[in-house]
Nanobody, 115 residues
Framework: VQLQASGGGLVQPGGSLRLSCAASGSIFRINSMAWYRQTPGKQRELVAQLTRGGSTTYIDSVKGRFTISRDNAKNTVYLQMNSLKPEDTAVYYC??????????WGQGTLVTVSS
């Protein structure tokens, strides 16, 4: 199983980006999909999570600005990021969890918010 994350880049404050994470290979029943981010010297933090049942969770700092969604047919999870701020700058990672609670991580995509 491989997760391929894409969509990162350089954007000005107030701008938008959409991250994608596509899974290839066979994953036994996806339990949840999530996006994390990490900056140098800090622990990786959960940004948004989407369960199989459709429940979503966001960290407070992105509520109202970020939206996590999925395309089941494509085994792809998205993170729409609007009103980006410099403090959103980080490497973003996607993670899938299956019903055996195995975690599958993508390789990370860099988001830089700067003028």
């Amino acid at each position: 199983v491989q997760l391929q994350a894409s969509g990162g880049g350089l954007v000005q404050p107030g701008g938008s980006l959409r991250l994608s994470c596509a899974a290839s290979g066979s994953i036994f029943r996806i339990n949840s999909m999530a996006w994390y981010r990490q900056t140098p010297g800090k622990q990786r933090e959960l940004v948004a999570q989407l369960t199989r049942g459709g429940s979503t969770t966001y960290i407070d700092s992105v509520k109202g600005r970020f939206t996590i969604s999925r395309d089941n047919a494509k085994n792809t999870v998205y993170l729409q990021m609007n009103s980006l701020k410099p403090e959103d700058t980080a490497v973003y990672y996607c993670k899938y969890k299956d019903d055996y609670l195995n975690d599958y991580w993508g390789q990370g995509t860099l988001v830089t918010v700067s003028s």
